[in-house]
């Protein structure tokens, strides 16, 4: 009877092979686990960032702020230059809007003769609450979500416009 031939030494052979082919399983499949599912994989979400106050705005006369906003995407972090239209509706309701045009994306201004936002490309004008008027623009216009802090004014990140596939 040879050594391979002995049941105990066949059967620490194969657990031994068993072992070393479930560590390198392992050694794959762990980083490949870690790459998909890791936290900072995914653009952060829920950033809030303050724009402005609540003092600084007259009612229903927008206001272009600018901030900046550090973003995770990925393994990168991207420390950004960002714009928005505050708009004080009411008292203690302000709306916050992209700047730029929901129809190919060029930024609008706020024409205080009309008291509406106009693009100057393509001629699409929005209301105060951000709603088309005129146009070719598809949808209102982009809102940042806001949360109002004492007299801070904080906005969020942009939804992804809707019928986009992220
Ligand atoms: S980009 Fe604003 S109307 Fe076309």
């Known amino acids: 009877m040879t050594a391979l031939e002995s049941p105990r030494r066949r059967r620490f ?14 050694g794959l499949a762990l980083p490949a686990l870690a790459y998909l599912f890791a936290p900072g994989r995914r653009p952060s979400t ?22 900046r906003r550090t973003r995770v995407d990925g393994w990168k972090i991207v420390n950004e230059k960002a714009a928005a239209w505050l708009v004080r509706l009411d008292q203690n309701e302000v709306a916050a809007f992209s700047p730029q045009c929901t129809h190919l994306g060029c930024a609008y201004h706020y024409n205080s003769g009309i008291g509406e936002f106009v693009c100057p490309c393509h001629s699409s004008n929005f209301s105060l609450d951000g709603q088309v008027l005129t146009g070719p623009a598809p949808r209102p216009l982009d809102r940042y979500p806001v949360r109002l802090e004492g007299d801070r004014i904080l906005i969020g990140e942009l939804p992804p416009p809707p019928g986009s596939a992220i």
């Open 13 to 26: 052979l194969v657990r031994a092979i068993q072992f070393m082919g479930a560590c390198l399983t392992a």
């Open 46 to 67: 829920g950033a809030w960032v303050e724009a402005g106050t609540l003092t600084q705005l007259r009612l229903r006369v927008p206001e272009e702020v600018m901030f």
